[in-house]
């Protein structure tokens, strides 16, 4: 059973347009919800984060939209680039709970933004 | 360079040949763990290490066996591969968090990756 499902699998989108990645979950315990960026032949790196006591985060081109009721939360990509195609995925975990190592991952979205 | 060292990268191996996979960071942190990324899966925590000498299982441990002698240091061991095994092994590492608050909210570092291959 998948903690953490995401969609869309695959996403084109037009140079200059928003991408929009989508996640949900079910564990109410869960409080910390980041997304990792991972090119080619590298391993994931660490985009943004937010915390359920707040519904949105914004770090340059890159928002987060956290919606506690639904459980719902979404990676915004403005502006998109060519640069910013790569997989992303995004995790969730429990934090406070003291069992600070334990993340579950999406299945992962592979963007790819056309010139 | 603060960074997490996987080798080797690339492995082909054949069925219930012994193998390990080195995995180390040079920053200190308490926490590493072992993640397998298959397509469509996303990334399955197969172990973690909170601190030398103490692993738990993730998801998917069977088939795997980690030990933490040192802190730099966290190994995943395949004592019988099979082809199943078969996939993109990722290490991270990061700090251990405090109870509540922003600081235990920890950014895991992973390494590049070891691309794993049993016939």
């Known amino acids: 059973q998948q903690q953490v499902k995401q969609s869309p699998q695959s996403l084109i989108v037009q140079k200059g347009g928003i991408s929009i990645i989508n996640c949900a979950y079910e564990?109410?315990?869960?409080?910390?919800f980041p997304w990792y960026q991972q090119f080619p032949g590298k391993g994931p790196a660490l985009l943004i984060a937010?915390?359920?006591?707040?519904s949105e985060k914004k770090e340059g081109r890159f928002t987060i939209s956290f919606n506690k009721s639904a459980k719902q939360f979404s990676l915004h990509i403005m502006d998109s680039q060519p640069g910013d195609s790569a997989t992303y995925f995004c995790?969730?975990?429990?934090?406070?709970?003291?069992?600070?190592?334990?993340?579950?991952f999406g299945s992962g979205t592979k963007l790819n933004v056309k010139p | 360079e603060a960074q997490v060292t996987q080798n080797p990268r690339y492995l082909i191996t054949v069925t219930g040949k012994k193998l390990t996979v080195t995995c180390s960071q040079n920053?200190?942190?308490?926490?590493m763990s072992w993640y397998r990324q298959d397509p469509g899966l996303g990334l399955r925590q197969i172990y973690y290490?909170?601190?030398?000498?103490?692993?738990d299982k993730g998801d998917v441990p069977e088939g795997y066996k980690v030990s933490r002698k040192e802190k730099r240091n966290f190994p995943l061991i395949l004592e019988s591969p099979s082809p199943n095994q078969t996939s993109l092994y990722f290490c991270?590492?990061?700090?251990?968090?405090?109870?509540?608050?922003?600081?235990?909210?920890?950014?895991?570092?992973f390494g590049p990756g070891t691309r794993l291959t049993v016939l």
């Open positions: 991270a590492s990061s700090f251990r968090g405090t109870s509540g608050g922003a600081s235990s909210y920890n950014e895991q570092f």
């Open positions: 564990n109410t315990a869960f409080d910390y």
């Open positions: 937010i915390r359920p006591d707040v």
């Open positions: 995790a969730a975990s429990r934090g406070a709970a003291g069992n600070f190592n334990k993340f579950y």
């Open positions: 920053m200190n942190h308490e926490y």
């Open positions: 290490s909170m601190n030398v000498e103490v692993t």
